[in-house]
């Protein structure tokens, strides 16, 4: 059974580390110009640190779109940071002045340094994040022990199986790599009544009454009547299936690229984990898997994976939503907690560096002794 975690934001302390190795502090005020930089007038980017606390990463730049009066799609950041936590991250704003973003006040989000810069801050333009977690029985479940976590951390000399961690297959229905599956299989129909009517994990009781109702009666155009209203990407593509009822593709492009395109790389990381889980080879840091698609290179292990859900790799080629293809890439099989250290026994407290694209949550699993 997976470990699963629920901190409150000042339990869960992540600061980014940039690409030369600096750690963004909270609290600690940063300037990482260039000096022949701060005099541009035209075509040019603030970059700023953010630090937030409880809101996700879309949110609070939303927030501050909103503040400054600018639309939102003028930010970017080189990664998303967790809702409940505290944060600090490095974006970017095209053509707003670093006076005004020094000068915003919105509740729970603060501006710990804004420079002028002639490239805006791209998605990956990170070398890791650094951790402070503070573990109680409340939110992992168990009476944490620090003499346990060392000796499981001391195991393999830091190193963990670099599984994708439960937050990639969706905070509570945990079905979006279903959805994926059925995408690559080109069942449209399945991928669209399987992301509005699957109920497992739904918590909220008018979601759920609402989902089982669809299940049963089938009726589009009914639904919008009773769907929450809070639920706007299932209601986009009841909007399209309330005029055609078979506009499959129709309706699943209502959505962004970007929501589609999370179905399918949550199943490349299930085919990921699943590879993982059954690893039997030796720990070393260097040995990567497939996060397949079209280009990749199966292991008769991984080809066996993907035949026994009836896809090859040209099923990435998504021939009946191509925009959503994929070529596939390389994910190391094992991560390293850098710098990893107890840094409190009552209450344990740990801090410890990531690289890009590693889940601390995994990382947690692995020094409770919970991984597979």
Known sequence: MTLM?????????VEEITPDGTVLEIGKQFNLGAAEDQALERDYFARFVLQKRGWNTAQALAALAWALHVKPSRFDSAGTKDRQAVTTQQCSAFAVQPERLLALQVKDLQINGAWKAREKVRLGDLKGNRFTITLTKENCGAEPDASTIRRNAAEHDCLFKNYFGYQRFGANRENTADVGLHLLRGELKEACLNYLAFQGGERAEDARHARERLAK????????????????????LLEQLAVNPADYAGALRRLPRNILLLFVHAFQARLFNERLRAYEGQWDESAEGNLVGTDSQLTPEEQSLLEGYSLTVQSFALASMPELSCKGNKRKLFARLRGFEVVSESPVTLRFSLDSGCYATTALQFLLGQQD
């Open 217 to 236: 009666e089938g009726d589009y155009e009914a639904a919008l009547d009773y769907f929450p209203r809070w639920l706007k990407y299932e209601r986009l």
């Open 5 to 13: 975690f629920s901190f409150k934001p000042d339990e869960f302390v």
